[in-house]
């Protein structure tokens, strides 16, 4: 069995080697920083995750047959937010569903490459598609070791933390319901790190203006529950933000 699997991962990677892009290549290698780079830059994201090598692979297959889980959280938290926003579902099934040229979908590699991790949560996500991610059920268990993990372990990815899940809750959104100050200061933290690098400090002020189905912010949900230490934490972070935003303009 073992043989077999070395001779099918020998031929696949023969195949890769000779067909694929860029983003084919940082997916099987593991490089999140390029897929991100990547696809940040890209106009149309549906297009360009949905792309496929001459062997019929996607991003998702690539990342899924080596093992890559980080990636494959991210591939499909952006292919979420896609669906979100065409306010369709299924494109998170058919993008996982996707069969290459030799008829092999993602969760048939991840399983062939007993990549048990990956398979679990891709059929999990077939039978509930807008369900939250690994950060989501990281707050809801207050388990802020996994929380700062995830984040290091995604690259700080801004699609990791603005992910929402089927009731439109980002995992700020849950830190704050479950009155987890640490993780909601770990949170705000980690969006003031990525928006200080990228300079653009929008992206704070965005997240903090997210809004769930309910049609609430983190900031509102914390008035509802009367969390008055939360709604310091996020005064505190975005005073700091401004002030980095002030010495960033007297450098510049």
């Known amino acids: 069995m073992k043989r077999i699997l070395l001779l099918t991962l020998i031929t ?5 080697t000779l067909s694929a892009g860029p983003l084919h290549y940082a997916c099987s290698s593991g490089n999140l920083k390029e897929v991100i780079k990547i696809t940040s ?12 090598d001459d062997a019929g692979c996607t991003l998702l297959h690539c990342a899924a047959m080596q093992g890559n889980l980080d990636i494959v959280w991210y591939l499909i938290a952006v292919m979420k937010k896609i669906a979100i926003k065409k306010n369709n579902p299924k494109l998170v099934q058919n993008y996982i569903n996707i069969e290459d040229k030799g008829g092999e979908t993602v969760i048939k590699w991840a399983q062939k490459f007993q990549h048990q991790k990956i398979s679990t949560f891709l059929q999990d996500k077939l ?8 950060l989501h059920s990281a707050c809801i268990a207050k388990n802020i070791n996994n929380v700062r993990k995830i984040i290091a ?30 993780i909601v200061g ?25 809004k769930n189905k309910n049609g609430q912010t983190v ?22 933000l401004k002030k980095i935003s002030c010495e960033n303009l007297s450098k510049s």
């Open 12 to 16: 696949s990677l023969l195949s890769f």
């Open 41 to 52: 830059k890209a106009k149309d994201n549906y297009k360009v995750i949905k792309e496929r």
């Open 127 to 134: 039978k509930k598609p807008l369900s939250g991610g690994p």
């Open 153 to 182: 372990g995604t690259c700080s990815a801004p699609e990791m933390l603005t992910e929402q899940d089927e009731c439109g809750d980002t995992p700020l959104h849950l830190a704050v319901t479950k009155n987890s100050p640490v």
């Open 186 to 210: 770990q949170l705000l933290t980690s969006m003031i790190q990525i928006a200080t690098k990228l300079k653009n400090p929008k992206l704070v002020t965005n997240y903090l203006k997210m």
């Open 219 to 240: 900031a509102q949900l914390a008035a509802k529950f009367k969390y008055k230490h939360i709604l310091i934490i996020i005064t505190k972070k975005m005073n700091a």
